[in-house]
């Protein structure tokens, strides 16, 4: 008899695990808290069937990414660095990057919060983020969450 829930890939195959499609504004939501939530997501950590071998994590869509916010003074601070291949990094400023490509702010915070395996890029792949109100994926119907909440009611908690 076994008493703990493992999903396996075959219960994601047969549809006994429903991936859902979540729409999230991220309209002056902070990055961190916001990216957090949505790892979890991504992850599916949220549900009582989390597996931490197989993807059961849902379907994350980001709408208005050029309207994110930093905390203090992170917009002339931060720095993104990538290497090239060429000698020297390359470096960014958080504000450059907004002005430029927005939706990998939010992008490349969510990277950094899911583990770091073979796995992640398939959870990667089901995080879509838009500069944007627009998106395309009408067709799936995302039912609309509110996400990177701060303080007790961001767990689902109430002050009561």
């Not at 949505?38 to 709408?63: C, E, N, Q, S, W």
Request: proline share 6%.
């Amino acid at each position: 008899m076994q008493k703990t829930f493992m999903a396996n890939a075959g219960l994601l195959d047969s549809g006994e695990i429903e991936r859902k499609w979540l729409l999230v504004d991220a309209e002056d939501q902070i990055v961190g808290r916001l990216a957090s939530d949505i790892a979890v997501i991504l992850m599916g950590k949220h549900r009582p069937t989390y597996t931490p071998h197989v993807d059961t994590g849902d379907f994350v869509v980001v709408v208005n990414a050029e309207k994110i916010k930093f905390t203090g003074k992170k917009w002339e601070q931060k720095e993104y660095a990538w290497y090239t291949g060429y000698p020297r990094q390359r470096t960014i400023k958080a504000g450059d990057r907004l002005e430029r490509k927005p939706e990998m702010i939010l992008e490349e915070a969510v990277r950094r919060m899911l583990p770091k395996n073979k796995l992640a890029s398939k959870m990667l792949a089901k995080l879509k983020v838009y500069a944007g109100p627009n998106h395309p994926h009408q067709a799936q119907s995302p039912e609309k969450v509110v996400l990177g909440g701060k303080g007790p009611s961001r767990c689902g908690k109430t002050n009561d």
